[in-house]
């Protein structure tokens, strides 16, 4: 992102006011978009359109399994994360795990727990893997999506929002 330092002189103060901000018009959201939908591009032959409704498939997926104050720090950590999550094509409804037999037996065992959970998570992976067919992309795409989203948001918002997503994909 470029951005130029300007100094506005007011003539009858004659105070000098340092200005620091994107001469372009381009927001810092914008540009960190921008950014991830090119390394995104570049890395997996996909188009604009595809890297962006494909991030924001995978981000919306971890706004719905993590808590709002987890998700929280993920859309501090990097700002324009909206933007991406609104580009997303509609999810297919969900089948679910409910009425089945975890549900009959609800929680009689921390393994039955953890079962219930991993077939939920497998889930919401179904959803985006039929999110990316509708984008034209194989559902191969979003395992080769995932690390490179680890990675930009490492280097963008830190470790810890990257485990977070991690938590929500893993």
């Known amino acids: 992102m470029k951005t130029k330092t300007f100094f506005v002189l007011l003539v009858a103060g004659l105070f000098v006011f340092p200005f620091s901000g994107n001469v372009y018009g381009e927001s810092s959201e914008s540009s960190g978009i921008a950014q991830l939908v090119g390394l995104l591009t570049d890395q997996l032959?996909?188009?604009e359109k595809q890297a962006k409704a494909g991030s924001g498939s995978l981000f919306k997926?971890?706004?719905?399994?993590?808590?709002e104050e987890d998700f929280g720090k993920i859309a501090e950590g990097?700002?324009?994360?909206?933007?991406?999550?609104?580009?997303?094509?509609?999810?297919p409804e969900s089948k679910g795990v409910?009425?089945?037999?975890?549900?009959?037996?609800?929680?009689?065992?921390?393994e039955l727990?953890?079962?219930?959970?991993?077939?939920?998570?497998v889930d919401r992976l179904a959803k985006v893997k039929d999110q990316f067919d509708k984008l034209g992309m194989e559902?191969?795409?979003?395992?080769?999506?995932?690390?490179v989203l680890l990675d930009y948001v490492e280097?963008?918002?830190?470790?810890?929002?990257m485990n977070l997503l991690k938590e929500a994909w893993l």
Do not use: R, W
């Open 45 to 47: 032959d996909v188009t």
């Open 61 to 67: 997926m971890a706004k719905d399994t993590l808590s």
């Open 78 to 91: 990097l700002p324009g994360i909206d933007e991406l999550i609104q580009s997303a094509p509609e999810a």
């Open 98 to 110: 409910k009425g089945g037999l975890s549900e009959k037996i609800g929680g009689v065992t921390k």
């Open 113 to 121: 727990g953890q079962m219930k959970e991993t077939a939920e998570n």
């Open 139 to 147: 559902g191969d795409m979003v395992s080769k999506f995932i690390p």
């Open 155 to 161: 280097k963008e918002g830190g470790e810890s929002v």
